[in-house]
């Protein structure tokens, strides 16, 4: 291929047959030189001296020689051509394997969970969850992000999440309903709950979103998920309070102004930041659980004065020692932090103590609704108060 490429060359330009002759037996050395002076003259007379002469016998063959070599180039220049469109078409599969293995890159980059000894001092909160704790971001919107992917604070994200949406579902529901089925009294009263459920699962799933953004984030966002409880408590003694007093004024009163006094100095003490700190996790637990069982003072006076049955049967006692029970209980998980207590790393993702206490909750939301729509539906069917139960 060498030495054919040395004859393509002389053919085309001349110089290099004059600088380098080529060596071939069969020409003598006096038809070299005119065929030198030849090219130097004209490169059409060369051309004609080499066909008469053994030596352009030579090159014709050769030229054969280049003729099939350019057939086999042509093949391999339409291989290429082929292949070029085979790469073509392969292109947008290389480019789907490129943009998969791009976002895998992002994913991960993006996504990190780390060991609770690898957390800053303001996130380790249990140090018996060992693994899939989220780093500091200082971006709401990957902390929103998160919300999609797998750590140790999905399930209470997504529990509270998905039971805000629930009770705003029936909260809608119930608001709109025509005076004729539901006045606006039951409406006003039914708010009440319904604005502490929902401001109370609110705040927790976005605390449980945003509190590794940064320490301050964190801070006030605890201290409305503390809040919110306090809310959810309050909220929901009022239908019952005001549906089991409904013709006695003066204890409905004092005992909406007791609940609402004992929220208020939760509220108060949920706002101060030594509050949050992990060793007072038992004192938080034991404030929200005194909160909820203040509701034993009107549930004794109600069973002193309309007897158990009455109270049971038409004024939903057991609804509401259900959703106490399921109150404390929760909060008795959470503050002794069982499983993880027991099976340190093994309830690190699913099954720890905070998911399960935000089940209790969620139950005892529901099954507290359903004990005060049953307690609303027998008071208004007895209807107006007498003067005697409205003074006694």
């Known amino acids: 291929m060498a030495s054919i490429a040395v004859i393509d060359a002389a053919v085309v330009d001349p110089s290099p047959i004059v600088s380098q002759p080529l060596t071939v037996p069969e020409i003598d050395i006096a ?6 002076e030849d090219l130097n003259s004209n490169a059409s007379h060369v051309k004609e001296a080499f066909t008469k002469s053994e030596k352009g016998k030579l090159l014709k063959r050769r030229e054969r020689h280049f003729s099939q070599t350019s057939d086999s180039e042509e093949g391999e220049n339409e291989i290429e051509h082929k292949t070029s469109r085979l790469d073509f078409l392969a292109g947008p599969c290389k480019a789907a394997e490129h943009a998969e293995e ?11 969970v780390v060991n609770h000894h690898s957390l800053p001092d303001w996130l380790q909160d249990n140090d018996f969850l060992h693994k899939g704790h989220r780093v500091p971001t200082n971006s709401f919107r990957e902390c ?29 529901y119930f608001l709109t309903r025509p005076s004729v089925e539901i006045q606006w009294q039951e409406k006003a ?43 959810l408590t309050m909220g929901s003694f009022v239908p019952w309070l005001y549906y089991s007093f409904y013709c006695r004024l003066v204890p409905k009163i004092a005992y909406l102004v007791l609940i ?20 007072f996790r038992g004192i938080r637990a034991g404030m929200f659980i005194a ?41 008795l998980i959470y503050a002794f932090r069982i499983p993880e207590r027991i099976f340190p790393g093994k309830f690190d993702i699913w099954c720890q103590s905070h998911q399960i206490f ?5 139950a005892a939301a529901f099954v ?22 409205i003074s006694s």
């Open 31 to 36: 038809y070299e030189s005119d065929v030198s």
């Open 102 to 112: 791009f976002v895998k890159r992002v994913w991960e980059a993006g996504w990190r």
């Open 144 to 172: 929103f992000k998160s919300i999609f992917r797998i750590h140790t604070e999905t399930g209470n994200i997504w529990s509270h999440l998905l039971g805000m949406i629930a009770f705003m579902g029936i909260a809608g």
């Open 189 to 231: 009263v039914f708010s009440a709950f319904f604005a502490g459920a929902i401001l109370c699962l609110g705040f927790s799933w976005l605390f449980h979103t945003v509190f590794n953004h940064s320490e301050k984030v964190g801070k006030l966002f605890n201290k409305l998920d503390y809040c919110g409880i306090a809310i």
């Open 260 to 279: 609402f006094v004992l929220g208020t100095i939760c509220i108060v003490v949920s706002l101060f930041d030594k509050f949050r700190e992990p060793q």
């Open 291 to 331: 909160l909820g069982l203040s509701g034993v003072i009107p549930a004794l006076h109600f069973v002193i004065s309309d007897g158990f049955d009455q109270a049971v049967n038409n004024a939903s006692l057991g609804w509401l020692c259900l959703m106490a029970v399921l109150y404390i209980v929760g909060a």
């Open 358 to 362: 935000h089940m209790f909750v969620l």
């Open 368 to 389: 507290h609704y359903h004990g005060i729509t049953q307690i609303a539906s027998y008071r208004l069917t007895l209807g107006d108060c007498l003067a005697t139960d």
